[in-house]
């Protein structure tokens, strides 16, 4: 994977003014891309790359450019392409010849032949850039899912984009400003956000499934949806259904195999990284070679671990079953507290924003102890989004309840507020707006029943939200690590066959993914196929909990604070006081107290770090 940004403009002029501001760029890039970069400046364009080789490590070099029937092409791209060979024979049979063999090269030539059409062709995940010479047009891509991130913003007479929300700041034209929308953004929603919000004023992210085309001449931008979820009769029966869902999971696990560095997966012994984890384990034995697995947990956590509703039992259990049943080196990476509360602060600093707290800082964390043995990793999320394996799919109560059921705490959220802090903004009608908005987006065929109906805008609302966050969350924990972490379940095939799938395939015997469990029997040990669903680990050991609350205690007795601007300090004080007793969740099933309190220090630290102006 890799970071790009760049800028076209009216004005070759001030493009080349700008040339400080591209290397700062490029520099915001340079954990993504940690071993080459690139920069083309040319006229009314720049564009700039920072690569993170993965395929063909000589040839894939970029800005990469192309002369083809009289139009010179530049690409700049990240991503990951898993149909490239039979891209690349469809383009050798239309003329195209090729220097290497990197997927980077296959979607310049894929461009130049078909123009914006190419995104319909490719199988991936990619955010790329492609500047027209001659044409004068910057086009830009997303992927489907939206697996890589890309944000744009527009100044009189230019457009810049970047992967980052921190790249596009670091050009003069981007000041990190926020308005009464974009903190709304943060205190109400976060670490959600509003599809194509890059909260910044006047900074938007091109949403998954989308394509722009920017004309330098005359600086307008024409965006296009090429792709979303739409409902289609299901005229498979329950036992055909689970016979192009394994071949599809095992398509799509096979295809993001390929690379020309070490790869490895995650494995929690739950069902999602144990398939991509023992299909993986078959398709290298095949090769000879020895796949490497790596889980996470945490000291002490067999002590203070308690089950939950939500966490019914421990992973460690699960994962010494599949280490027995692969042929993998399996390796157990252990975080303690001293580790997690420093990496709160990394974690904004990659995301740019207020996250999951230690969620967020435990991951970014657990990659950079996977990054000295591998470059790659394969890693479950979004199959629960896909296959309806959240409570909230499944418990009534929950799903047949109005708003976003991951976050049903707008009212709390607001409490901690100071007056005045969101202008004439409306919590409940703010959230409210944007949950009837993705209800009245999704794509439901005539005649379904209202259950029916309800796991349609279930998934649906998943899908534009709660998966968007947990995709940010990998990509930029990952890529802060230097590590590419791929998606399998977020192959567009699965997804699209998934959605008009009925529920009760997918709920199949009453399990949670049932559908996908019959679908994959044989692949896991049954312990393993048929344990109930166990969200991403946390700790448990209380040291966390006074950690971040000294933490935030620091804060709160420094009047310089940025955070006691918008936020009342008794609120705050109440939250301490609560231990761990809280029952409100601040987001999700992860999200509890101790998170909570540790998202209000990353919320002070993101507001100080990034010199927030509140306008």
């Not at 790359?49 to 063909?56: C, E, I, M, N, S």
């Not at 029997?521 to 006074?546: C, F, H, I, M, Q």
């Not at 999700?588 to 993101?606: D, E, H, K, R, S």
Request: hydrophobic share 40%; proline share 6%.
């Amino acid at each position: 994977m890799c970071g790009i940004a760049g800028q076209v403009g009216r004005d070759p002029r001030a493009i080349q003014a700008h040339y400080g501001a591209y290397c700062a760029m490029q520099q915001t890039l340079a954990r993504r891309g940690p071993d080459q970069r690139g920069m083309y400046i040319s006229g009314r364009a720049a564009l700039i790359h920072a690569r993170l080789a993965v395929v063909d490590l000589e040839n894939g070099l970029q800005p990469m450019q192309l002369d083809w029937k009289g139009e010179t092409y530049v690409l700049v791209y990240n991503g990951e392409l898993y149909n490239t060979s039979e891209l690349r024979a469809a383009l050798a049979n239309r003329g195209h010849s090729f220097t290497g063999h990197s997927d980077t090269e296959v979607l310049l030539h894929a461009f130049a032949e078909w123009g914006a059409d190419c995104v319909e062709r490719c199988n991936g995940i990619f955010a790329f850039a492609v500047w027209r010479v001659n044409a004068g047009t910057l086009f830009l891509a997303r992927d489907r899912c939206g697996v890589k991130p890309l944000f744009y913003t527009q100044t009189e007479d230019s457009l810049i984009f970047g992967s980052e929300l921190k790249t596009l700041l670091a050009h003069p034209a981007v000041p990190p400003r926020i308005d009464a929308n974009g903190l709304a953004e943060v205190l109400l929603l976060g670490p959600g956000r509003t599809p194509g919000c890059g909260v910044f004023r006047n900074v938007r992210e091109l949403l998954p499934g989308q394509c722009a085309t920017y004309d330098a001449d005359t600086a307008r931008l024409t965006l296009h949806t090429y792709w979303q979820l739409t409902d289609h009769d299901h005229p498979d029966d329950f036992a055909a259904t689970t016979r192009k869902v394994r071949d599809l999971v095992t398509d799509a696990i096979e295809r993001q195999l390929v690379s020309d560095v070490p790869v490895a997966t995650f494995l929690s012994g739950g069902l999602d990284s144990s398939l991509i984890s023992a299909i993986a384990d078959t398709h290298f034995a095949e090769q000879g070679k020895q796949l490497q697995t790596f889980s996470v947990g945490y000291r002490d956590n067999k002590k203070y671990f308690h089950a939950t509703k939500f966490q019914p039992g421990a992973d460690a259990p699960y994962i010494r079953k599949m280490n027995d049943f692969l042929h993998a080196r399996h390796h157990w990476v252990t975080l303690d507290t001293p580790e997690l509360v420093p990496a709160l602060y990394a974690a904004v600093d990659a995301r740019d924003l207020p996250g999951m707290a230690d969620v967020d800082a435990s991951l970014l964390v657990f990659c950079q102890h996977i990054k000295p043995h591998a470059t790659v990793a394969l890693s479950g999320e979004c199959a629960d989004e896909i296959f309806g394996g959240y409570p909230w799919y499944r418990d009534p109560a929950v799903r047949e309840k109005y708003g976003f059921p991951w976050a049903q705490s707008t009212a709390y959220r607001a409490s901690f507020l100071k007056p005045g802090v969101l202008g004439g903004i409306d919590p409940a009608a703010f959230v409210d707006t944007r949950y009837q908005q993705t209800l009245a987006e999704t794509s439901i065929r005539p005649g379904l029943p209202a259950a029916e109906r309800r796991m349609r805008q279930m998934v649906n609302l998943n899908f534009k939200w709660f998966m968007q966050t947990l995709l940010d969350r990998k990509d930029r924990m990952s890529m802060y690590s230097g590590l590419e972490v791929r998606v399998p379940f977020c192959d567009y095939r699965i997804a699209e066959y998934l959605y008009s799938v009925p529920w009760e395939f997918k709920d199949w015997g009453g399990q949670e993914k049932g559908l996908l469990r019959e679908a994959m029997r044989g692949v896991l040990p049954d312990e393993v196929l048929w344990r109930r669903k166990s969200p991403y680990p946390k700790t448990w050991n209380p040291s966390y909990l006074a950690a971040v609350t000294a933490e935030l205690r620091g804060i709160l007795v420094d009047p310089a604070a940025p955070i006691l601007r918008i936020i009342k300090a008794d609120a705050l004080e109440t939250l301490l006081a609560s231990g761990a007793d809280n029952p409100i969740p601040w987001y999700g099933q992860l999200m509890t107290t101790p998170q909570t309190i540790a998202w209000f220090v990353q919320l002070n630290y993101w507001l100080e770090k990034y010199k927030v102006e509140l306008v």
